[in-house]
């Protein structure tokens, strides 16, 4: 069983930055491509941006350029790191396997951009 732990958000003014970390618990994290997922109020959760084993990274249309995911598998720790935050970036952001596994969600790190 992957236990996945998100963190880094909080309350952001708009053009702000934050930095999410997700620590999984176990090894095989560095051999599997991970993802940023986010859910805002009322819509479907949504990937945002992938990396693979090898350091190959894909982003969403709403986020490229400002958005940038990392891996450190010495530590089985995914990150992301926002940058010129703005309202529609408010949501839920969690961290999973590409395609996500179902039984690894976890509670995910509030993320609200608000003057």
């Known amino acids: 069983q992957v236990q996945l732990v998100e963190s880094g958000g909080g309350l952001v003014q708009p053009g702000g930055s934050l930095r999410l970390s997700c620590a999984a618990s176990?090894?095989?994290?560095?051999?599997?491509?991970w993802g940023w997922y986010r859910q805002a109020p009322g819509k479907e959760r949504e990937l945002v941006a992938t990396i693979a084993s090898g350091g190959r990274t894909t982003y969403g249309d709403s986020v490229k350029g400002r958005f940038t995911i990392s891996r450190d598998n010495a530590f089985n720790t995914l990150y992301l790191q926002m940058n010129w935050l703005n309202p529609d970036d408010t949501a839920v952001y969690y961290c999973?396997?590409?395609?996500?596994?179902?039984?690894?969600w976890g509670q995910g790190t509030q993320v609200t951009v608000s003057p």
């Open positions: 999973n396997h590409v395609p996500a596994t179902n039984n690894y």
């Open positions: 176990a090894s095989i994290f560095r051999f599997n491509t």
